[in-house]
Nanobody
Framework: QVQLVESGGGLVQTGGSLRLSCAAS????????MGWFRQAPGKEREFVAG????????RYADSVKGRFTIARDNAKNTGYLQMNSLKPEDTAVYYC?????????????????????WGQGTQVTVSS
């Protein structure tokens, strides 16, 4: 089992920045790929960014490419999502996830059911 706890969400103005953190405990964090998803009210959960076990490979949704950066520090059992140039449409609950069989290089973006463990989510609100 892996327990994940997100932090760093909040209210920010358009164009602002936030850094989300995902603290992992339980099994060795480096054994799992990590991802960030988000879910806005009335919408399905969507993939935002993913990173491989070592951190060497990343993948982003087109909507955040060039604005968001995913990273991880396996020594600290922590993952991060740096979000810059935030837009109102980025408003959502953000979830971090860990999975043992995630493939970042496939033709389709990762899906929710590719990940095995989930955090409780952190709210990000971008005001216009």
């Amino acid at each position: 089992q892996v327990q994940l706890v997100e932090s760093g969400g909040g209210l920010v103005q358009t164009g602002g920045s936030l850094r989300l953190s995902c603290a992992a405990s339980g099994r060795t964090f480096s054994r799992y790929a990590m991802g960030w998803f988000r879910q806005a009210p009335g919408k399905e959960r969507e993939f935002v960014a993913g990173i491989s076990r070592s951190g060497a490979t990343t993948r982003y949704a087109d909507s955040v490419k060039g604005r968001f950066t995913i990273a991880r520090d396996n020594a600290k059992n922590t993952g991060y999502l740096q979000m810059n140039s935030l837009k109102p449409e980025d408003t959502a609950v953000y979830y971090c996830a860990a999975g043992g069989t995630v493939v970042l290089g496939s033709s389709r973006p990762p899906r929710s059911n590719d990940y095995d463990y989930w955090g409780q989510g952190t709210q990000v609100t971008v005001s216009s």
